[in-house]
């Protein structure tokens, strides 16, 4: 049910294409070619087969835009649709968007995604999100989580650090559940976040509050009702133990003793498993909006992350001949790329590693616990050194001569300046440490800053190129020094399996390969096989 979708803003498509963009579950599912798609609408539209397909409707909310997929009971992607959302930025590390705005966007792809369709023929609906939090009134009303009081403005969103001080009384507490996260808890996390509403928002917002949802729980619950929430969600942002429940201990020691009073309402006292159907299925009013048939199934949702890494760790990979079929699924790391990466790692017991979060059981892949690894800024940062650049605007006006998106232009353009040398040489002199945004693992130190070495007073367009492909190579030492605590601590790690927007990006998964020096499978070519140094 669950899929998480790369992203290309304003598109909506059907046929063999589409399986570019998938980076969830539907992965590997079946061959998305355009013969098998015109079967199953022909079946669909004569509705004279006897065994007719029933179809389902999966919404990956990203950082950056909203993606649906429409998928028959095979698996095979019969439509994608895309959308962006807003995004603010009031103040540095302040980072808010609309709850309403996010929903309005799920209506208009999944509007997209089931055009011309019978829709008697879908039979369930699931979300993913990013791990941000919604905030809401008694009445199920946005609360402003800004000083402007722009009610608007009801969600934080994950990448928000606005609770620096918040979070760094919370780890001094050295409290039990931070074993859980890796010994650190991060300013990403729910708990610092609604300290800091608790300090900062009394008024115009603690005092209000009704509901804290996690985004892909506040999804579920518009389209049902159902307050329920995810017990990935609660594990992996809030201190949930799928053994223990909450840990009144902890809220009280940090100063959110309020929530534990009223039984935890306001942040979640019904769980479910990802996956499992929530109350009566789609509400009249939620079928309305995203024109589908009420009473549907509703899923149980699941963070972005995690429904990618569910697709990528429990894909098919027999008859590929790749090195990984017949290894244990223990020994896959997905890496789920988009604005951030998170690398997730599975084990049957518990391992406990310095600065990546988890062991967090049954909250990706049931009856498994799950490490996870993580880089807060990787897109974003790729995004942010290229945009700043001088040569940015040359960049630009060349690659749109090619039509060639501005990757595309910056990796030919490094082949055309290497030379005979490897492309990865054309950095030796050029540095990037990359935690502009801190450092999520295996450091947990938020307070890390980026830098460059190696600059020269040059601003030409090959200058751009180099610094891009140092900062590629960057993050993916990055990734490797995850690895490297992963197995410290008891993962034995041997395929990389990508998803996400980066994965399109051959220069970021062949660096990735020749950095980490291991196998690495990316959603775009199941078949070929990324060369290691
Ligand atoms: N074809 C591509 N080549 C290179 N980078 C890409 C490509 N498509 C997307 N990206 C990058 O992937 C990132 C977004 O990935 P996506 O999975 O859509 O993010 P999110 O889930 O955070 O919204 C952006 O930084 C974007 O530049
Ligand atoms: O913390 C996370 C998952 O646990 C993610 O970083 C967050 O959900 C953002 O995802 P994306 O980079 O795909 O937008």
Redesign the pocket.
């Known amino acids: 049910m669950f899929c998480?979708?790369?992203?290309?803003p304003n598109q909506s498509c059907r046929g063999s294409s589409l399986r570019n963009r998938i980076?969830g579950p539907l992965v590997v599912t079946s061959h998305v070619g355009s013969a098998l798609v015109h079967d199953s609408w022909r079946t669909t539209m004569s509705g004279g087969e006897q065994e007719m397909s029933s179809y389902y409707v999966g919404v990956?909310v990203?950082?950056?835009?909203v993606?649906a997929a429409l998928v028959d009971q095979r698996g095979v992607l019969v439509a994608f649709a895309d959308q962006p959302i807003k995004k603010w930025e009031p103040q540095f590390n302040h980072h808010e968007q609309s709850s309403e705005d996010i929903w309005a966007a799920c209506c208009v792809v999944t509007k997209k995604v089931i055009q011309g369709m019978d829709i008697n023929r879908i039979r369930g609906l699931g979300f993913d999100a990013?791990c941000s939090l919604v905030v809401l009134d008694t009445h199920f009303c946005p609360l402003p989580v800004n000083n402007e009081g722009d009610s608007h403005r009801n969600v934080i969103m994950w990448l928000d650090h606005r609770a620096v001080n918040q979070v760094g009384r919370i780890n001094k507490t050295k409290h039990s559940v931070l074993q859980y996260v890796g010994g650190v808890m991060s300013v990403e996390m729910q708990a610092p976040k609604l300290l800091w509403l608790k300090e900062n928002l009394r008024e115009t917002c603690w005092d209000k509050a009704g509901h804290f949802f996690d985004l892909p729980d506040f999804l579920s619950w518009k389209a049902t009702g159902v307050t329920a929430r995810s017990l990935c969600s609660l594990v992996c942002k809030w201190t949930y133990s799928a053994d223990k429940g909450w840990d009144d201990s902890f809220w009280k020691m940090v100063g959110l003793e309020d929530l534990v009073a009223d039984n935890y309402s306001k942040i979640g006292n019904q769980v479910l498993p990802p996956g499992a159907p929530l109350g009566s299925g789609l509400t009249p009013e939620a079928a309305r909006e995203l024109g589908l048939p009420p009473g549907i199934a509703v899923a149980t949702s699941l963070i972005?992350a995690h429904a990618g890494g569910l697709g990528v760790i429990g894909a098919d990979v027999r008859g590929h001949g790749l090195v990984c079929e017949g290894q244990p699924v223990t020994s896959r790391l997905a890496v789920?790329?988009?604005?951030?990466s998170c690398h997730m790692g599975i084990s049957k017991d518990p391992i406990f590693v310095p600065g990546v979060w988890g062991p967090y059981f049954s909250a990706m892949v049931p009856g498994f616990w799950l490490n996870e690894g993580g880089q807060s800024v990787?897109?974003?940062l790729?995004?942010h050194m290229v945009q700043g650049h001088a040569a940015f605007p040359e960049l630009q006006a060349k690659a749109s001569a090619r039509c060639q998106?501005i990757?595309?232009y910056l990796n030919s353009h490094l082949d055309l300046i290497k030379k005979a040398q490897p492309v990865g040489f054309l950095t030796v002199d050029l540095h990037v440490w990359p935690d502009f945004h801190g450092n999520r693992s295996p450091l947990a130190d938020l307070t890390l800053k980026g830098m460059v070495t190696g600059l020269k007073l040059s601003q030409d367009l090959d200058d751009l190129a180099i610094l891009y492909l140092a900062t590629v190579q960057a993050i993916a030492f990055g990734t490797r020094f995850i690895i490297e605590a992963m197995e410290a601590a008891g993962h034995s790690l041997s395929t990389l399996f990508l998803c996400?927007?980066?994965s399109?990006?051959p220069l970021?998964v062949q660096m990735h390969a020749d950095i980490t020096g291991g196998n690495v499978r990316n959603e775009q070519s199941w078949e070929s096989c990324v060369s290691k140094t």
Do not use: V
Request: proline share 0%; charged share 20%.
């Open positions: 998480s979708l790369g992203h290309q980076k990956d990203g950082t950056g835009s993606r990013t972005d789920i790329c988009g604005t951030s990787t897109g974003k790729i995004e998106s990757y595309a996400g927007g980066l399109k990006n970021f």
